[in-house]
């Protein structure tokens, strides 16, 4: 899995309320789709956050 911005506009990230929520729809064999979050533990956010440090600002 490949995690980029769709913008590094500081307006945009400074108002995003729910920057690292990523859905996902799932279908387990012939049952129907589901819609869940993917699961996320802080040091997982802590690294996306330093990846938009480091990708928006140079």
Do not use: I, N, S, W
């Not at 307006?11 to 279908?27: D, G, I, N």
Request: proline residues 9%.
């Amino acid at each position: 899995m490949a995690f980029r911005p769709a913008t590094c506009a500081p307006h945009v990230l400074a108002e995003t309320k729910q920057p690292f929520v990523f859905p996902l729809r799932l279908t387990v064999g012939e049952g129907e789709e589901v819609a869940v979050d993917l699961p996320l533990e802080e040091a997982q956010e802590a690294q996306l956050q330093e990846l938009l440090g480091r990708v928006c600002t140079g």
